[in-house]
């Protein structure tokens, strides 16, 4: 197995540095060294506690970050919960009934509240969960920078136009990442997270049931593998579960295996595979996984510092605004 080498790690992490410095100046590991030296180990013990607890919630924990920064930039947020006035993104259709994990960060964030009240954000807690939460389940750690800023609103309606569909195709997902500053190889590189988590049966029905509105299956997807999934999403069930991946506990690159065999189940995971970067990528993905696990780390560094639309302040409860002062 080839591994990454020192010198391509250096250039990694310099590259992450000018992109993260770029993106929002203020982000820093040490952050909260004076303020709240504990607050990275409280928020990685509570996730462990959690992932020990129920191992499918590290996915739900992880995915809540990149559904965070995509719409109005890593802001907390996706936490906020309606008002009279305003229907908040976690209620927006492809949020609702498929986001999880919302009670476990307002576990954290009251412990956090507790141990230095009024000084970690709600944005931060989604940045350090996500890696922890990874981490906890077979992924490399990586550095988390911090400081973000918690919003103020929360918009259902900018979800949709925010966050990628499952069935977007290549050009279409390249064209949602690079609204948010991302490109090509981190959108490639960012679908790794589909190592880990299930996936409502539904999501998948127009490819096992009615391809192209033809009613067949899907003829890319491996014949053994439709069959299977038949059994298990038998199309009266479309709130059923399917695992994302062969190996969906642990976090690795063999989603990627999944992908070049045929595996794949949602569109946009398939997309990936019909552009040449895509190939080349889940080639070198299965080919070292080590590599992989490292530049997803990077790649969520850079997710992580797409900046807040309209910073507001720091939160108490991740769910309401507080009053400004
Ligand atoms: C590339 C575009 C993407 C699309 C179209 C997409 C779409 C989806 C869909 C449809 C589901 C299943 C939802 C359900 O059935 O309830 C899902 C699950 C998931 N996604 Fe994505 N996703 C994308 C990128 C990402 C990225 C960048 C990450 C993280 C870095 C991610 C992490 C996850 C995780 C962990 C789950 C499983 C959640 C759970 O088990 O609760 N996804 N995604």
New binding site residues.
Partial sequence: MASTSPRSVIFLVLAVAIVVSDAQLQLSETFYDATCPQAASIVQQKVNAFVDADR?LA??L??LH?HDCFVRGCDGSILLNSTETMLSEKEALLNNG?L?GFDQIDEIKMELECACPGVVSCADILALVARDATAKVGGTSWPVFLGRIDGGASFADEVNSSL???T?NFTQ?VARFARVGLDARD?VI??G??S?????CG?FFERLYNFQGLNITDPAMDPEFAAMLKVQCPQTKPFGFMA?DATNGTFDSAYYLDLLTNKGL?E?DVALLSDPLGVEYAIRAVQDPMAFLNEFGWA?IKMGAIPALEPYGWRRHCAFVEPRF
């Fill in positions: 499918g996915a739900a992880m995915r990149f498929s999880r990628p569909e499952r977007d997902l959108m960012l679908s997270g589909h880990i988590g299930q996936v409502h999501a994302l949602l946009s969520m």
